[in-house]
């Protein structure tokens, strides 16, 4: 799994590449990138999953732990282009209604309040 970084306005957008799995060390990637955008101050966090292929339990868990982190530090987090393969898994663990979720990253990046466009 690959992540990179880069900020719209006030959001940090998270691109992430590959599959989001336990035995890939995926999970612990993404837990220290949304604990890292945190500590540098990044209260505003738009996961993109677009590239991403499979996630398992461990990496939805770990999606919704830093959800929780996120909310807990008085921040969002956001999904954009969630697949169909995680939106069904996400409709199944009624996870879709927890996480707001987009398809285009100029609306993700609206409903934070940033007036930037990417």
Known sequence: ???EQRIAGNVAVVKVTGDITLNKGGDVLLKDKVQSLI??????????LSEVSYVDSAGLGELVQAY????????????LNVTKR???????????TVFDTFDSEADALASFGSATKA
């Open 68 to 79: 929780a982190t996120t909310k807990n530090r008085g921040g969002a987090l956001k999904l």
């Open 86 to 96: 995680l939106r069904d898994l996400l409709v199944v663990t009624k996870l879709l």
């Open 1 to 3: 799994m690959q992540l």
């Open 39 to 48: 500590q540098q101050g990044h209260k505003n966090l738009l996961i993109d």
